[in-house]
């Protein structure tokens, strides 16, 4: 599948049929974009996995040191780590059986989303999942 960054019909049946979103980069800091959208994915119903080895548990919830380790498939990947990071990422996204890689804002690699469209995932990437939640589901 290609990159569906702009299909709204496509973004919008991602959100609504996703029920898991690993959020690699959670900080555990209340001021950081990564805990705050990830508040609010949990405030929509989603089941929120942090990714983040530095802590051990966010808001009194387990954080996970990597995708392998969480307990539940994962439907979205949601990045805010730093480009260089992509393409373990992906890697680890396809390993678990991601269904789609989508990155925050100035966030891309294109051989990573390459790879990830390569192995059947949707991916967006550049695009925080909020805004588009509020702009197409609510």
């Known amino acids: 599948m290609p990159d569906i960054k702009g299909n709204d019909t496509a973004l919008r049946q991602i959100l609504t049929q996703a029920r898991r979103i690993a959020v690699v980069g959670h900080s555990a800091k209340s001021n950081r974009p990564s805990y ?26 387990p954080c996970y040191a990597s995708l392998q380790k969480t307990p539940q498939p994962i439907d979205i990947v949601n990045v ?10 992906v890697d680890a996204a396809i390993a678990i059986g991601a269904k789609t890689l989508w990155t925050q804002l100035d966030i891309a690699d294109q051989a990573a989303a390459q790879k990830a469209i390569g192995a059947g995932l949707n991916v967006i990437m550049e695009v925080c999942i909020k805004v588009e939640y509020l702009r197409l589901v609510r």
Do not use: D, M
């Open 36 to 61: 705050q959208v990830a508040q609010f994915l949990r405030r929509q119903g989603y089941q929120v996995y942090p990714v983040n080895p530095s802590w051990k548990e966010i808001q009194g919830r």
């Open 80 to 89: 805010f780590r730093r480009a260089e990071y992509l393409p373990g990422i």
